[in-house]
């Protein structure tokens, strides 16, 4: 192990601590990551992988569009297992009002730069056949795109040791902050800064954060190449997935590089743990089967869950933390946080080495829901 | 008492009596299911459970024909006899066309493939093989080996065991390892199996020596294991890999009991004595003493069973960096070579995550890495989409419906 002090120690190794770890040393920082169990086994291990801009503020926008093009970037040299496919995302009308939907959000994109199409019924069907007749229209994203997270946050990892990270898993964290990080199995580390990036468990070592873990369901098939081409998402997702109280389920549906069809998704807040729900996940498949039918005749063949850590204004906490200079945040991201991984590396690196920062990074610094708690 | 029989086959009878019972009606097999069918028991076949979804509530999938649906089974009390199932290791070629599971190829000649005069090898541990030697030597097949990869030694400690046993043993013959007109060789295993897509022949080495044996069927078993899925979703908690019942069979569960090769292998006299107690503890009856010293004696014998077919590490080296682990997914040892544990397999390569869900990988590498796997997980087994969609909200006020048994009823 190191000898010498670490410059940074980044607590988790999901897909946020990986890419905090990869822009960190290879900025030449001496950095360590820390993770309880394995690389990816958190949220990473559950999520969807849909890289995906979102427009439901502005500085989501800002975050997810930088993002996207980030993994964009970095597409020519992923390997194989993260199964990068350049899917594009159908969100899917299935009424005028979700049409003028459809509108508004092809001219808020158009005006930045983001390309995209509204997609009438025809269309719709000859894109996607196994939709229900019926639907009206849908706006198309070319760009947005789907991965295996485990394996991206494997990969980005690889990246970091490959630029001199080390990484220490099977220990969990009991406590960091003022320079230290102290593992289960007794030993204290000192690290110039450290980040907690522990997705929905942040809280349990950074006392005071607004975040609550939001359990999601999902269901994969057996393999149908063809069955279904983009990732397809209800408009409809933006009513139930913003409402912060009750739980909700969406059709939102994934084509895999296998051929498997990858389905979701369901939030709740208070579950009492990871167990798969028969009710939630029957009202879940319900949903997709309004909108797919032909999915009711599929094989499902294994169901799981995973937690999101969610914020009450739906923007992850990325920055320091006030009342420790040795202490970052880079959690809160939600259902978001495969596509917004890469961006938050970047912002966590920038604000480390004083570099001038790839985004205004404002809206994402934790003082914002920490100050007035304090 | 009001009983239902689930079972997820066509026939009853479970893995070695369903073919027996439909044959021929004097056999023991067909004698039992007459009488659970006239005491009143309501026989539920093709019916696979995969989810227990409330407390007191098996789901199941109906498979009827080309129409598959969704049933539901409330029950006050619940015996688990899911069985178990053989244990594959990988080795060079053992993916080939007519390499196949020991259980797997006397199946296969069970419902018509014709073996007459095809020379075939088994080979891996346990006194299934010797069965179906002897079963696949009755169809008219040469049996050019049987390879048992236990030394002498310790299969010998399992002959002087079963001579302790009387009585019921005899019929038991399936279960007895010698084996007359079958060649048969101990310390002896299968290195590699040949052939460009079909099986030609198989290496073995046979006390430290390599011999090649042209054949046209592999059939292999590295002994059983049981079937926990169900009980272990159920909450039922495991002693020493099986789970632990008390001596009226009843599981750390309230109102279910275990009973077969989950609670411990040991053949179907077991499964048998096992079954009944769970059946008289269920209905409030007395279990003799008889039938407690019959118990305690298979456990006994399960214990030798298991020690008997111990795997012998050298197995752990079988598999090149090439061999296909998890044949759902294309794993490849090497691949795997470098994994945390069970989980972080299943993340980074999708072992263990394809239609059979880790049940053939998941026993390979818990020997060869010493992987536990944990996550056990609705749906036990792949079904519709439509009939994990149709699940209700359980009302736990409803009357139960049945005592269920899931699984072969053997009481
Ligand atoms: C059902 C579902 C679907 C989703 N779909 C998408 C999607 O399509 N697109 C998208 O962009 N995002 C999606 N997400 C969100 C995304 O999965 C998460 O935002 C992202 O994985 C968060 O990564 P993370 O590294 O912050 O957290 P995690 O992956 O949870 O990593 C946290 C790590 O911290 C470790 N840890 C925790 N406590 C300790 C401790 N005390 N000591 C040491 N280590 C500790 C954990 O072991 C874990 O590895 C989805 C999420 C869910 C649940
Ligand atoms: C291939 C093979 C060959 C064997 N040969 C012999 C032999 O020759 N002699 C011997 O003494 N023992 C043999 N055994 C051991 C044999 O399993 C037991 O002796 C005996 O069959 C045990 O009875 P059981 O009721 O515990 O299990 P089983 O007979 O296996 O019955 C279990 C039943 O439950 C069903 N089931 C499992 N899960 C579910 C579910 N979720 N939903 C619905 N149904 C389900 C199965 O399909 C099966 O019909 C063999 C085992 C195997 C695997």
Redesign the pocket.
């Known amino acids: 192990m190191s000898c010498g002090s670490l410059d940074v120690a980044i ?8 890419a905090c770890a990869r822009e960190c040393a290879r900025r030449g920082l001496r950095v360590r990551v ?4 394995g690389v ?13 801009v979102m427009d439901d503020s502005e500085a989501q926008f800002a975050l997810t569009r930088y993002s996207q093009r980030l993994w964009q970037e970095l597409r020519p040299e992923l390997p194989a297992a993260v199964e990068y496919e350049s899917a594009g995302t159908l969100w899917v009308a299935a009424d005028e009002e979700e049409m003028a939907e459809v509108e508004r959000k092809r001219g808020y994109y158009e005006a930045r730069g983001v390309a995209c199409e509204a997609v009438s019924a025809a269309q719709l069907a000859a894109l996607e056949p196994n939709l229900r007749p019926g639907l009206t229209g849908a706006l198309l994203v070319p760009g947005d795109a789907v991965v295996y ?1 485990p394996c991206a ?1 494997q990969y980005l990892l690889a990246q970091a040791v490959a630029a001199g990270a080390e990484v220490s898993l099977g220990s ?3 406590a960091l902050g003022e320079g230290r990080v102290r593992l289960a199995n007794g030993e204290t580390i000192r690290a110039g800064r450290i980040v907690n ?5 942040a809280p ?2 950074t006392s005071g954060l607004a975040i609550r873990p939001r ?4 269901l994969i098939t057996d393999r149908y190449p063809g069955f279904v081409r983009h990732q397809l998402v209800e408009l409809g997702y933006l009513k139930s997935a913003h409402s912060l109280t009750l739980d909700s389920v969406a059709f939102n549906v994934q084509p895999r590089h296998t051929g498997q069809v990858l389905i ?2 369901s939030r709740q807040f208070g579950a009492a743990d990871g167990a798969v729900e028969a009710p939630m996940l029957a009202r879940m498949l319900a949903r997709a089967q309004a909108y797919m039918p032909a999915l009711g005749r599929l094989s499902g063949l294994r169901a799981w ?5 969610a914020t009450p204004d739906k923007l992850p906490l990325i920055g320091p933390v006030p009342g420790d200079d040795s202490l970052y945040l ?2 809160g ?9 890469l961006a938050t590396g970047r912002l966590i690196a920038d604000l480390m080495t004083g570099a001038s920062p790839s985004l205004p990074a404002e809206p994402y610094l934790p003082s914002r829901t920490l100050s007035h708690e304090n | 008492m009001r009983v239902a029989l689930l079972d997820d086959n066509l026939a009853l009878g479970g893995q070695i009596w369903r073919a027996e019972a439909t044959r021929d009606v004097n056999t023991a097999a067909a004698r039992w299911i007459r009488r659970a069918a006239t005491a009143g028991a309501k026989m539920v076949t093709r019916a696979r459970v995969f989810d227990a979804p409330a407390p007191g509530v098996l789901a199941a999938e109906m498979n009827e024909g080309d129409e598959e649906r969704r049933i539901e089974l409330r029950y006050r009390q619940l015996l688990v006899a899911t069985g178990a199932r053989e244990r594959f290791l990988p080795f060079p070629g053992w993916t080939l066309r007519n390499v196949l599971g020991a259980g797997g190829l006397q199946a296969m000649v069970k419902s018509g493939l014709p073996v007459a005069g095809k020379r075939v090898v088994i080979a891996g541990s346990g006194p299934l093989l010797a069965a179906v030697a002897a079963y696949l030597r009755h169809h008219g097949a040469e049996i050019a080996l049987l390879c048992e990869q236990a030394p002498a030694s310790q299969t010998a400690g399992l002959a002087l065991a079963l001579a302790k046993y009387p009585g019921k043993w005899a019929p038991a013959a399936a279960l007895v390892w010698q084996l007359a007109g079958v060649r048969r060789a101990t310390n002896c295993w299968p290195i590699a199996a040949e052939g460009d897509e079909v099986l030609r022949a198989v290496r073995v080495l046979r006390n430290g020596r390599e011999t090649r044996i042209a054949c046209d069927y592999l059939a292999c078993g590295f002994h059983l294991v049981p079937n926990l899925e169900l009980p272990l979703l159920l909450g039922c908690r495991t002693r020493g890999g099986y789970i632990e019942i008390d001596e009226a069979q009843r599981t750390s569960v309230a109102n279910v009991f275990c009973a077969g090769e989950p609670t411990g292998i040991a053949g179907v006299d077991a499964a048998l004595i096992g079954g009944q107690i769970a059946a008289a503890a269920a209905a409030g009856r007395p279990i003799s003493a008889r039938q407690k010293r019959a118990r305690r004696r298979w456990h006994r014998f399960g214990m030798a069973l298991d020690r008997a077919c111990a795997l012998r590490a050298e197995l752990r080296l079988l598999a090149g960096p090439e061999t296909l682990v998890c044949r759902c997914e294309d794993v490849a040892y090497a691949r795997l070579a470098s994994c945390r544990d069970w989980r972080d397999a299943k993340l980074q390569t999708r072992c263990g995550m394809g239609p059979c869900q880790g049940r053939v990988c998941g026993p390979a590498t818990r020997f060869l890495f010493g992987w536990q796997d944990v996550s056990i997980r609705p749906p036990l087994f792949p079904v519709p989409v439509a009939s994990l969609a149709a699940a209700a909200t359980p009302d736990t006020g409803a009357e139960p419906a049945f005592e269920a048994v899931a699984g072969k009823n053997d009481s």
């Open positions: 607590a988790g190794a999901g897909i946020v601590g990986a820390f993770d309880r169990a990816g086994g958190g949220a990473t291990a559950a999520g969807m992988g849909h890289i995906v997270p946050a969990p964290i009991v990036a522990c997705g929905a468990w349990e070592l359990k999601g369901h999902l979701g998704s869950t995973g937690f999101r850590a880079a959690t991201h939600e259902g978001l946080g495969i596509t917004t991984s």
